[in-house]
T-cell receptor, first 114, second 112 residues
Framework: DSGVTQTPKHLITATGQRVTLRCSPR?????VYWYQQSLDQGLQFLIQ???????AKGNILERFSAQQFPDLHSELNLSSLELGDSALYFC?????????????FGPGTRLTVL | GQNIDQPTEMTATEGAIVQINCTYQ??????LFWYQQHAGEAPTFLSY????GLEEKGRFSSFLSRSKGYSYLLLKELQMKDSASYLC?????????????FGAGTQVVVTP
């Protein structure tokens, strides 16, 4: 158990819908990262927040957005869902920066878009 | 982006040794992480190398050569439970806030 929690574990929805994925970082960690992992693909970095502020962006679609709240939990919002958005979405956390601090991953949310 | 290259798949027998190589761009390089990921599960941290040389942790060791842009993960006394994907990830100062670039992963298959 990494100490990072994610809810829900599984999510099944239809195309065009909107969903929210939630992540709580490890106690004391200020940075939260979101990743997408599709079948047969590696981890794709989406976005990073540090202490409530966006710090780095990866290949995140405009239909996707995220935020980190004052209690440091984070939410990833996915809208106008398409079949291709079906994937495992992981949240990770670290103390501060990702280049020197180890990222610890949550169990993931498996999103299925039908 | 920063290209991270590692083999797609490796097969080895229980009890044997397997070495997974990883190459990365040296410009602005900070450090190198290795993660293990079982199918459908979260990646779990294995090791972090920032200086040249070998770091040993039980059956797993990781090596780094900063000048060559090369790292390897050595798995000794392989067990069936070691069948998993092994992800190499590098951080570079040229990326904002040193975000990690992950390789596609090496699928290790351990056979009896």
């Amino acid at each position: 158990d990494s100490g990072v929690t994610q809810t829900p574990k599984h999510l099944i929805t239809a195309t065009g819908q909107r969903v929210t994925l939630r992540c709580s970082p490890r106690s004391g960690d200020l940075s939260v990262y979101w990743y997408q992992q599709s079948l047969d693909q590696g981890l794709q970095f989406l976005i990073q927040y540090y202490n409530g502020e966006e710090r780095a962006k990866g290949n995140i679609l405009e239909r996707f957005s995220a935020q980190q709240f004052p209690d440091l939990h984070s939410e990833l919002n996915l809208s106008s869902l398409e079949l291709g958005d079906s994937a495992l979405y992981f949240c990770a956390s670290s103390k501060k920066r990702s280049d020197t601090d180890t990222q610890y991953f949550g169990p993931g949310t498996r999103l299925t878009v039908l | 982006g920063q290209n991270i290259d590692q083999p797609t798949e490796m097969t080895a027998t229980e009890g044997a040794i397997v070495q997974i190589n990883c190459t990365y761009q040296t410009s602005g390089f900070n450090g190198l992480f290795w993660y293990q990921q079982h199918a459908g599960e979260a990646p779990t941290f294995l090791s972090y190398n920032v200086l040249d040389g070998l770091e040993e942790k039980g059956r797993f060791s990781s090596f780094l050569s900063r000048s060559k842009g090369y790292s390897y993960l050595l798995l000794k006394e392989l067990q069936m439970k070691d069948s998993a994907s092994y992800l190499c990830a590098a951080s570079h100062t040229t990326d904002s806030w040193g975000k990690l670039q992950f390789g596609a992963g090496t699928q290790v298959v351990v056979t009896p």
